[in-house]
């Protein structure tokens, strides 16, 4: 089974709807992070999370939420989607760099594309 | 804020020829990432570059970290169609946020 799992792997909504995108992982990572990947943008960090209790905006929060639910879940909302959402979602994790031989390496998730229509 | 500049953005090669990306960065570097996605697919860990001047190989890939820490290459010898594939560098700052900021990406189109 996959370390970081992603749903749904795609999805098809309208300008206005509320989306969620979840994300649980197996690896027993304390960090998570959310990304978005449009073409030729590379990967924009939109949430992360360094544990339970800590959520931290990223380069491009503006119209997304976060939640995390437990060490091994976090999940992304859209409230209100809108046409420029439209995008390839990544969740990753991460373990803590430097603590007992950790690293910052990040492990990825499949994705998640997402059209708003 | 901390910058990771990539180039290029996209590269046409035959096969049998080599290919380069280059990443630098606007801030020193504690260390630097790559990670490779194929087509269709998440981005991958390959390797990760922590010391000044450090230069590592895998098979036909090598990753070098400038001596200021600030920039960081991958070149690959003899480019196979396997390796084509988005290649990423993501650098984490010496101060302030924990977080590695990811270069835009240079896609790799290998034509047989």
């Known amino acids: 089974d996959a370390d970081v799992t992603q749903t749904p792997r795609n999805r098809i909504t309208k300008t206005g709807k509320r989306i969620m995108l979840e994300c649980s992982q197996t690896k027993g990572h304390d960090r998570m992070y959310w990304y978005r990947q449009d073409p030729g943008l590379g990967l924009r960090l939109i949430y992360y999370?360094?544990?339970?209790?800590?959520?931290n905006k990223g380069e491009i929060s503006d119209g997304y939420s976060v939640s995390r639910q437990a060490q091994a879940k976090f999940s992304l909302s859209l409230e209100s989607a809108i046409p420029n959402q439209t995008a390839l979602y990544f969740c990753a994790t991460s373990d803590i760099p430097g603590l007992a031989g950790g690293s910052d390496t990040q492990y990825f998730g499949p994705g998640t594309r997402l059209t708003v229509l | 804020g901390q910058q990771v500049m990539q180039i290029p953005q996209y590269q046409h090669v035959q096969e049998g020829e080599d290919f380069t990306t280059y990443c630098n960065s606007s801030?020193?570097?504690?260390?630097i990432q790559w990670y490779k996605q194929r087509p269709g697919g998440h981005p991958v860990f390959l390797i990760q570059?922590?010391?000044?001047?450090e230069v590592k190989k895998q098979k036909r890939l090598t990753f070098q970290f400038g001596e200021a820490k600030k920039n960081s290459s991958l070149h690959i010898t003899a480019t196979q169609t396997t390796d084509v594939g988005t290649y990423f560098c993501a650098g984490r700052s010496t101060g302030g946020s924990y977080i590695p900021t990811f270069g835009r990406g240079t896609s790799l189109i290998v034509h047989p």
């Open positions: 570059l922590v010391k000044s001047g």
């Open positions: 999370s360094f544990d339970v209790k800590d959520i």
């Open positions: 801030t020193t570097l504690s260390n």
